[in-house]
């Protein structure tokens, strides 16, 4: 067994021991069963991994009120210690971090609970990071505690176990906006992974608490858009392509997300094309880590002579683009947009050997090239309908890559 599932798994185990020690059965059988279970994955544990798991396993303590608390260091006392957790969490500095929490007392407060809980998830321990978001729901019932969990346990990869704490979360009297919005992401996820008959009705259960949600003010906007895309994408699933257009077209109005410009910009492409690469525009303006956006955006550029902007936005794209095709057709549009700014030959050269790096079979870009040489040649410039412009993006494609992020 290789080191990763065997880190996956001992974490699963390891939980599961601490559960069934919570319920007093410590010694029964099934508990030695795991124990020697976890045994014989240690040995696959790297030591930093070995480390980290005794570590986890004091934590797991907390939740059963048995952990002993580290000794202060002379003069220190838990209000400075709190301090400090909170600067180094701040930071980012997740096991220094643990430490520091492992010299309070008792936890008892639901927010330091949920911090143990970040720091354990920000250092790939998803499924027990799940375990601290339960404990501080415990200690304080709140709907990010909730929402919380049921993430980590997407990110786990436990779909149909988030699937079933939802349906327990949906069947309640009373839910919060924040909550069903939380919900509905996680449907979202586990409905691909769904036999087929039942999707639908999971689909239409999304869409039925994000229409409920999405108004709630108590949520974040960067929450209810979200909700909105999701929603948007399960009325697609439905064949309710103007009610997923509605849902795109509030998600942006809500909050002009990445997600929300995309999925709107992909559902205008046939019918306002002008209002589609404005949305993929801006979404490439906010950083947006897809690669597809930056071809829509770049050529737009071009087209309308923003050669600056053109270039600007080849530069960002490379960045996050890892596809051949992608790249070598971005190089091949900043060389473009480099000749058309009166950059130096030696630098357009350069762009273009680039693109034929990524490309080097691609008829366009040599067409290209042979144009570029021929206008250095007679010295005159060229203009933008002298170049040949060819997207290549699978809409299909940008659907599901999008789908898969919501």
């Not at 027990?128 to 729901?137: E, K, P, Q, R």
């Not at 979360?169 to 691909?192: C, D, M, N, Q, T």
């Not at 095709?325 to 091949?332: A, H, I, K, T």
């Amino acid at each position: 067994m290789t080191a990763v599932p065997a880190r996956e798994r001992y974490e699963a185990l390891l939980i599961e021991l601490h559960r069934e020690m919570r319920a007093g059965r410590g010694e029964a059988p099934c508990s030695e069963e795991l124990r020697d279970e976890m045994a014989a994955l240690w040995y696959g544990l790297s030591d930093d991994d070995a480390a980290l798991f005794d570590e986890l396993s004091e934590d797991l303590y907390i939740i059963e009120g048995k952990r002993a608390a580290m000794p202060f260091a002379e003069g220190e006392t838990a209000e400075a210690v709190l301090q400090r957790l909170s600067v180094v969490f701040m930071a980012g500095e997740s096991r220094q971090a643990l430490a520091l929490s492992r010299k309070l007392p008792s936890i008892d407060d639901a927010r330091t609970a949920f911090v143990i809980a970040r720091c354990w998830e920000r250092l790939g321990f998803p499924r027990a990071a799940v375990s601290f978001y339960d404990f501080a729901n415990e200690l304080e019932p709140k709907a990010v505690y909730e929402v919380a969990a049921l993430e980590a346990l997407a990110r786990a990869g436990a779909l149909d176990e988030a699937a079933q704490r939802a349906e327990v979360i949906e069947k309640r009297p009373i839910v919060s906006g924040p909550l069903l919005l939380g919900v509905a992401s996680v449907l979202h996820r586990a409905a691909a992974n769904a036999e087929k008959l039942k999707q639908p009705s999971i689909h239409q259960r999304i869409v039925n608490m994000v229409e409920a949600a999405w108004d709630d003010r108590t949520a974040l906007p960067s929450v209810r858009a979200m909700g909105l895309v999701v929603a948007g994408f399960s009325y697609q699933d439905l064949g309710k392509s103007e009610l997923a257009f509605r849902s795109f077209e509030r998600a942006v109005a809500v909050h002009p997300s990445e997600a929300s410009l995309l999925a709107r910009g992909l559902a205008l492409l046939h019918v306002d094309r002008a209002k589609a690469l404005r949305d993929f525009t801006e979404a490439v303006k906010l950083g947006t880590k897809f690669d597809w956006p930056y071809l829509y955006a770049v050529q737009n550029a071009l087209e309308a002579r923003r050669f600056a902007e053109a270039e600007r936005f080849c530069e960002m794209g490379v960045v996050f683009a890892k596809r051949a095709e992608v790249r070598g057709r971005l190089f091949e549009w900043w060389a473009i947009a480099a000749a058309e700014l009166g950059r130096t030959a030696a630098e357009v050269t350069a762009l273009f050997d680039l693109a034929m790096a990524e490309l080097p079979l691609d008829l366009v870009i040599r067409r290209n090239v042979r144009r570029y040489r021929k206008f250095l040649e007679i010295e005159r410039a060229l203009a933008v309908s002298d170049w040949e412009l060819i997207p290549e993006v699978d809409e299909a494609k940008a659907w599901a890559s999008l789908g898969r992020a919501a």
